[in-house]
């Protein structure tokens, strides 16, 4: 494999430490980080190719903890949760292995042209979301959306789940990984986690689900399960450090300790949370308690967009807002959100996360020299360039990014794939799809 080193990038490490070096440079090698460090320190190995990328910022890769693939956007809109999964449920009625195709490329493409390497996607026929993710070359971790109480059957099933972990796990490289995906309390038997548990503990894969997203389910699961939805959880036995919940908004006190205490990991979706109105989740106490907490776009249907730059911004905003406190979540620790702390949430951060030596090369680059991140100034705290990342930068800025050593983005174009193909056949599958959930909306059921 090719060797290359970044030069005269301000970068940003993420590391322990949070190291900022203001004109750096990082050497990649075979696909992993050999060295990093002040450019006039870096020595660059003989034959290897050299990018200058003075006036850039070099970072790790975003990494969005909870998304689900679709190709549907902006057409169930203005609706709270609960009114709007029966809809929701039409589209995965209609699914094919061609519809999740096109679905996971198209938000495959979307992510890495705003700088996200690795996505968290729970979604359907994920066989061919492997595919979509070999083509464009990004990591993804695959966790199927598993459903197997009576009524719930157009979802995935148990025994797809088993198959796709012999079949896919820790394929091309490691980039690919599945997870075993709970849809939710209401759609799995008490049968499906514990077989999750036991699954999850057998071949050593994560398990993700959603929980606690908005205050209506949450009083619902109690009517009708006798439990809070974590204590449910926690009670079929799947908390633990291998498990990731989605949202979590309306946990307690007691419920964000019992998070914490089991090693629990969470994605906080606030776009998403505010679109459906669910709520602020209470992330600086989740935080405070020692929970990791990545950060999650929740997928085009309920965000309508792909980009953790706007999921940042927000995540830090929202609760300003919420709190009336302009001090809480500051840009360092919504940066590490969205980089490493988002891979301790999936188990990854021995290997991505963060700029250090020994870790894999999934790198971002962003172009600086444009109007909105104007004027720069970059010391070794990270200056304003530290905020203006989290609250000025976006896909505009993407000027590369690569996964494993491997460029997929140059100057915000895909390289691996042709954009305007992916992107002509999800506008031609997307209206098919749509189409198809017309022809099924008799089928509608309300939600419990
Ligand atoms: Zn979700």
Redesign the pocket.
């Known amino acids: 494999m090719s060797s290359f080193a970044i030069r005269h990038a301000a970068i940003f490490t993420v590391d322990p430490r949070d190291r900022v070096v203001p004109a750096g440079t990082l050497v990649v090698q075979d696909g992993i980080i050999t060295q990093i460090g002040d450019d006039r320190e870096v020595n660059i190995p003989e034959g290897c190719e050299v990018i200058d990328a003075r006036g850039h910022a070099l970072l790790p890769g975003l990494i969005d903890c909870?998304?689900?693939s679709s190709l549907m956007r902006g057409v169930t809109e203005n609706m709270p949760l609960m009114e709007w999964l029966p809809w929701y449920q039409l589209e995965h009625r209609a699914m094919t292995e061609e519809f999740a195709y096109h679905s996971a490329r198209l938000c495959y493409l979307e992510a890495l042209q705003s700088g996200t390497t690795c996505v968290m996607d729970?979604f359907r026929f994920m066989d061919r979301c492997a595919d979509a993710a070999a083509e464009l070359g990004l990591r993804v971790q695959l966790a199927p959306y598993v459903a197997d109480k009576p009524g719930k059957d157009f979802f995935s099933t148990r025994e797809e789940n088993r198959r796709l972990i012999h079949s896919h796990h820790e394929t091309r490289n490691g980039r690919i990984r599945v997870w075993m995906g709970l849809e939710h309390l209401f759609y799995c038997t008490g049968d499906a986690y514990r077989e999750a548990a036991q699954l999850s503990r057998e071949y050593g894969v994560g398990i993700h689900t959603?929980c606690s997203?908005q205050k209506e389910e949450e009083q619902a699961v109690t009517a009708e399960l006798g439990r809070r939805s974590l204590a449910m959880l926690d009670h079929y036995g799947i908390l633990g450090e291998r498990t990731l919940l989605?949202?979590c908004v309306w946990l307690n006190d007691d419920e964000i300790a019992r998070v914490a205490d089991t090693g629990t990991s969470i994605?906080h979706?606030p776009v998403?949370n505010a679109k459906l109105a669910s709520g602020v989740a209470r992330v600086p106490e989740m935080l405070a308690a020692g929970v990791t907490v990545g950060l999650?776009t929740?997928?085009p249907v309920?965000n309508n967009s792909l980009n953790m730059f706007e999921e940042m911004k927000f995540a830090s905003l929202i609760q300003k807002a919420a709190r009336l406190d302009a001090t809480t979540m500051p840009a360092d620790q919504i940066l590490r959100m969205a980089t490493i702390n988002g891979a301790r949430a999936l188990g990854l951060d021995g290997e991505i996360g963060s700029l250090e030596v020994g870790k894999k090369a999934d790198l971002l680059l962003l172009n600086l020299s444009r109007a909105n991140m104007t004027p720069v100034s970059v010391n070794e705290e990270g200056g304003n360039l530290l905020w203006n990342l989290v609250f000025s930068a976006g896909s505009t800025n993407v000027a590369g990014v690569w996964v494993d050593g491997v460029r997929l983005i140059d100057n915000g174009e895909a390289v691996q794939v042709s954009q305007r193909s992916v992107i002509a056949a999800a506008q031609f599958q997307g209206l098919a799809l749509q189409e198809a959930c017309r022809t099924l909306s008799h089928t509608r059921t309300t939600m419990v």
């Open positions: 909870h998304s689900h729970m959603h997203e989605a949202h994605a979706c998403s999650g929740d997928g309920c």
